[in-house]
């Protein structure tokens, strides 16, 4: 009888165990291929969507470009106005300080001054303007009036933008875990295509302002869903081994769909509706993905969803041509199990640990200096030179070498040091290009700060993977949720930042962002510690490991543990 019970009480056990083991697709993966022809169909998929949330976001590079423009007497018949060089009606007095015309002021009237030799020095605001059409047949900027003392404008559209990526960034993820990561990845489409059609509905006039400020938070929300879910999907359904190589090669097409952002500009789509709309309706096809895109195996095995998780390891077992064992196509049998207890934290371990503190606020700091100055210098790029489309197009290049630096040295190096020095590189060189710029040396100053935005673009590459190896698995999407969040804040920063170069200082935005990636990486060199070669930290006792010097030698180690 007791014999009975125990073989009863170890059958309880053993189902018990299978029903929980065997969560870890990796082991799968090594027998249906961890990286085969299934899953670079569908990372090559995924790139569609990455470089389609890239386009929303750098789209109103153009579609809100600011033209020359001079003051035009609103009286005047727009109709027959075609070009600067109409004078007759420009009424713009002679800026000492700018030498040159004003495009912000306007002479007053002499009735209103009641002296006749005032005239010529005392002014009103601009409440009308000319602009040329030689480059954009119309912009945002001329339809809303966002110019002079309305220049706000512009800024919070844009960053209006960023916080409909920090909102998305926060709901997208939220809801992926509930519904599942393609469900959230079609659901973010539908912003991206609405914020860009939207503009089509409203007419252009200043009236309308907070329409375009809308119709940017859409496509801002949408964009980050979109982009998350891309990289999400394309880092689950990979082994580990090859997550840090797609975690940047996802990358690479939205530095792509940035450069198409420019090159649809520059073939003849000069009308910023149009180009919003052209860019924003391949949406519309992405979602045919609903009948192609498998979901994540990983979030269906977490989910017990085992009939849907059989069907997407068998077609790619299919595809990738490798046999598949019955042990590997469900989740509910496994070979013999082994528990280890969850460890249970919050973010007051955190708190209460200083080594996990102290990474936590150099990480959210660095995350904030990246963002800003990632879009900060792509906004500025128009000052380089007159030829916006070489200049935009020369930002977003450096962006390709800068990952593939970051391929061949992230395993040589280390994350710490190519972190840190990348943004050390990206401070030194935006600071020399603003002591460049006091002296008019344009070309040197171009060079520079391309070079720093190589910096910031390998910053960017590095931090997701250094980020998760820095904390331990209990609360390491809680670190890198936290980051994200802040990065965006620093995101809604970058427009206002630039601005700062309207104030009569032209390098204070380069001055600003090169000071906060020195300290940056400062910081990350003098205060963290390196994870290349080190296991993935499990729990805070593994985390708090990574400070220790990495053992050569674990045989011996044990050995001198043991005898102690």
């Given amino acids: 009888t007791k014999l009975i019970l125990l073989d009863s009480l170890l059958q309880e056990t053993c189902n018990l ?7 870890d697709y990796d082991q799968v993966l090594e027998e ?29 590079e153009f579609a809100a470009s600011t033209p020359a423009h001079r003051c035009v007497q609103p009286s005047s018949n727009s109709n027959l106005l075609h070009t600067l060089n109409s004078s007759s009606v420009l009424i ?30 005392s002014t009103l605001p601009c409440s009308a303007w000319l602009f040329d059409k030689s480059i954009f047949s119309s912009t945002a900027v001329e339809d809303f009036s966002m110019v002079c003392q ?4 512009k800024s919070t559209a844009q960053t209006a933008n960023m916080a ?35 503009p089509l509905s409203f007419p252009s006039n200043p009236d309308f302002y907070l329409l375009l400020v809308i119709a940017r938070f859409i496509s801002g929300f949408g964009a980050v869903g979109a982009f998350i879910m891309s990289l999400c999907l394309s880092l689950e359904y990979v082994g580990a081994s090859y997550r840090v190589l797609l975690g940047i090669l996802i990358q690479v097409p939205f530095t792509i769909g940035g450069l198409l952002v420019g090159f649809v500009s520059w073939a003849g789509v000069r009308d910023w509706k149009l180009l919003m709309f052209s860019l924003s309706i391949p949406n519309l096809f992405i979602l045919s993905y609903w009948c192609i895109l498998p979901e994540s195996p990983r979030w269906l095995l977490v989910e017990n969803d085992e009939e849907e998780y059989e069907k997407v390891i068998k077609v790619a077992a299919k595809i990738n041509r490798r046999p598949l064992t019955s042990k590997a196509s469900s ?29 936590s606020v150099v990480m959210i700091f660095n995350w904030m200096v990246v963002f800003l100055c990632y879009f900060g210098i792509t906004m500025t790029s128009s000052s380089f030179s007159e030829d916006m489309y070489l200049n935009y197009t020369l930002v977003f290049l450096v962006d390709l070498p800068s990952q593939l630096f970051c391929l061949l040295c992230l395993e040589k190096f280390g994350r710490k040091t190519l972190f840190g020095g990348s943004q050390l590189l990206a401070g030194v060189t935006f600071l020399a290009a603003a002591a460049v710029m006091l002296v008019e040396q344009q070309w040197i100053e171009v060079v520079l700060t391309l070079i720093g935005k190589f910096g910031v673009a390998s910053s960017l590459a590095v931090m997701f993977v250094y980020t998760a190896e820095l904390f331990p698995t209990s609360m390491r999407n809680t670190a890198v949720g936290t980051c994200s969040l802040f990065a965006r804040i620093g995101g809604m920063l970058a427009p206002q930042v630039v601005s700062l170069g309207s104030l009569g200082f032209r390098s204070l935005p380069l001055i600003f962002m090169g000071v906060l990636c020195l300290i940056g990486g400062l910081l990350i060199l003098t205060l963290l510690p390196e994870t290349l070669g080190k296991p993935l930290p499990d729990t805070i006792k593994d985390a708090l490991d990574l400070e220790k010097p ?9 050995l001198i543990e043991d005898n102690a």
């Fill in 32 to 60: 249906i291929g961890e990286c085969g022809l299934w899953q670079t169909s569908l990372f090559i998929l995924l790139c569609i969507p990455a470089a389609l949330s890239s386009m929303s976001i750098f789209i109103f």
């Fill in 92 to 121: 713009n007095p002679w800026d000492d300080e700018l030498n040159m015309y004003s495009s912000c002021s306007q002479p007053r009237p002499l009735v209103q001054t009641g002296k006749e030799e005032d005239d010529a020095t």
């Fill in 550 to 558: 990495q053992r050569r030698n674990t045989a011996e180690q044990k």
């Fill in 150 to 153: 309305n220049s706000w404008m």
């Fill in 164 to 198: 409909g990526m920090l909102v998305g960034s926060l709901l997208c993820g939220l809801l992926s875990d509930k519904v599942g990561r393609k469900p959230t990845l079609m659901l973010s489409l539908a912003p991206l295509l609405l914020g860009g059609c939207l």
């Fill in 17 to 23: 165990c299978i029903a929980m083991v065997y969560r």
């Fill in 331 to 359: 989740p509910l049998l496994s070979s013999p199990c082994k528990f280890r207890e969850a460890e249970k934290t919050s973010v007051l371990d955190i708190l209460r640990s200083g080594k996990l503190l102290r990474r």
